[in-house]
């Protein structure tokens, strides 16, 4: 049987609470085996001045997943060509790693806008999705095509945003522990 893994990628600018519940619930999903955490360096939907150095986000990713079994957190996207596609690193992870099925995890307001991702229709056809719920989305307007292609988890949901944090005063109850002091000490988001 092949190993199952799910790809969880972002910017998380910063990592936080909402982050470790969803890779939690994945994990505890029975779907996949284990998770690889991948630090998108430059989203091409995203605003990257507002962003903290991919360093800084690597390192936060690390601290805060330190503790957890079966997760794994790379920078693969930072060696393949930019702009960052998702599909070219699902592709290249089938490249590598022929033994193993690959899950797109993701949280429903993903799936929300997963219809105007780069070639959508293309990355449906190398990967299943694993999407967890989110408080105020609904996946009603969701297209049949992609609907075929989605496990939708029945979780427990939290509502953290990265750009909320960014906004106001770190709290440990809102980032972990160790990424809220790494936070304060490299004066990030200030």
């Not at 998108?40 to 990257?48: R, S």
């Not at 936060?60 to 060509?81: G, R």
């Not at 989305?137 to 944090?165: P, W």
Request: aromatic fraction near 10%; include cysteine.
């Amino acid at each position: 049987m092949k190993k199952r893994v799910g790809v969880f990628g972002g910017s998380f600018d910063p990592v936080h609470q909402g982050h470790t519940h969803i890779v939690n619930e994945f994990l505890a999903s029975g779907v996949i085996d284990e998770l690889l955490i991948l630090l998108t360096p430059d989203p091409p939907h995203k605003d990257k001045s507002a962003q903290a150095y991919y360093d800084h986000r690597l390192k936060m990713l690390e601290l805060a997943f330190a503790d957890f079994q079966n997760v794994v957190i790379s920078d693969l996207e930072k060696s393949l060509p930019v702009p960052s596609y998702t599909l070219q690193t699902i592709q290249y992870l089938k490249r590598e790693n022929p033994g193993y099925t690959y899950f797109l995890c993701m949280g429903e307001d993903s799936i929300a806008s997963f219809h105007t991702w780069y070639r959508y229709e293309d990355l449906l056809n190398q990967v299943t999705l694993v999407v967890a719920n989110r408080p105020g989305i609904t996946s009603k307007h969701i297209s049949k095509e992609i609907l075929e292609k989605t496990i939708f988890l029945n979780n427990s949901e939290v509502n953290i945003s990265s750009t909320e944090i960014r906004l106001s005063e770190i709290e440990d109850t809102v980032v972990p522990q160790q990424v809220a002091q790494y936070i304060r000490k490299h004066k990030l988001y200030t």
